[in-house]
């Protein structure tokens, strides 16, 4: 379920109130994690965030601790293999350096070549480990970035609830995997769906 709140004065972020339980499964909250939304202004020189703190049972929380298992991890592993595989022809084909200054090119050649092709050999494994680990950490696994993506965008992902801010609208709009703690959450901040 996807719910929309809307934040009229950017410098104050309404605060969210979860419901007291698991916002993945619905069990006991045993554990709290944080979600920091950036809401690109400035309050007495200070950037304003929003703050989400999320209940997650112990099992959860520990599952999501540990997805970078399926994210970071293959990304790094098929991207080293690969880069390195590529390294060695590459830098076996390249031009050799005549003068002095040129003669560590098939280095430079080779490594960029090979660094290019592990980033993109990693960012497909990493693609499909994630739809392949769907059904253990959520479909809304699929919503994060890649690894190379996500160096430049804000991790605001957790597992069950995913959550953008959307500056164009002046809103934060969050998606519940667990449909009974959305509903929960709309009665527990009086908002309509
Ligand atoms: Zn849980």
Redesign the pocket.
């Known amino acids: 379920m996807v719910i929309t709140i809307p934040i009229p004065d950017l410098k104050k972020p309404p605060t969210l109130k979860f419901p007291e339980r ?6 006991s909250k045993d554990e709290a994690l944080g979600i920091t939304l950036n809401m690109g202004v400035q309050k007495r020189d200070q950037a304003v965030t929003m703050q989400l703190t999320v209940p ?2 112990s ?3 520990t599952k999501e601790r540990s997805v970078a298992k399926v994210t970071l991890v293959p990304f790094l592993v098929a991207g080293l293999v690969v880069g390195l595989i590529v390294f060695v022809p590459a830098t076996l084909l390249s031009p050799e350096g005549t003068t002095p200054q040129t003669l560590g090119f098939p280095f430079v050649f080779g490594g960029f070549v090979g660094m290019v092709a592990g980033v993109i050999a990693g960012s497909v494994v990493e693609f499909f480990t994630k739809i392949l680990a769907a059904p253990f950490y959520g479909r809304l696994l699929s919503r994060r970035p890649l690894t190379i993506v996500g160096f430049l965008v804000e991790s605001d992902e957790l ?2 609830l995913s959550a953008r801010f959307l500056r164009k609208e002046k809103a934060v709009r969050l998606e519940f995997e667990n449909e009974e703690i959305a509903h929960e959450f709309t009665q527990l901040n009086s908002l309509e769906n």
Do not use: H, L, P, R
Not at 22 to 27: K, M, Q, S, T
């Open positions: 698991c916002v993945n499964c619905g069990g997650m049972c099992a959860c929380a597992i069950g």
